[in-house]
C-alpha cells in the first residue's frame, strides 16, 4: 500500500527530505507521492518517515494502490538495485 498526501496538506516542507525512495515531490498545490516509489519505507524503516513528521496528519494509506508487506519489500528491493545500477560507473 503506497501512501498518499491529502489536500490538508500545508506544505511545510519536512516530509520530502524524510523519504529514503525520494517517492515525494511538489505537486500542483501540495505535496504528491509517487505509488511507484513509496514502500511505506519497508527496507528502510519500521514506520513511514514522512507520516512520523507530518504535523497536520495528511499522509493516509492510499486505497488506489494496495500492496502486501512482501510486495512493499519486493519494490523496495527492485528501487535499491535500480539506484545500484545508475550508479555503477560506465
Known amino acids: 500500500m503506497a501512501l498518499m498526501i491529502t489536500s490538508e496538506c500545508i506544505n511545510c516542507d519536512v516530509c520530502e527530505p524524510e523519504c529514503p525512495n525520494q517517492a515525494i515531490s511538489m505537486g500542483d498545490e501540495f505535496y504528491v ?40 519489500q519486493a519494490k523496495y528491493e527492485q528501487l535499491q538495485a535500480a539506484a545500484a545500477a545508475a550508479d555503477k560507473p560506465a
Open 33 to 72: 507521492i509517487d505509488p511507484a516509489r513509496c514502500t511505506e519505507c519497508v527496507g528502510h524503516f519500521n514506520e513511514p518517515q514522512c507520516v512520523q513528521v507530518c504535523p497536520v496528519e495528511c499522509i493516509p494509506i492510499n486505497p488506489w494502490h494496495t500492496e502486501t508487506r512482501e510486495q512493499l
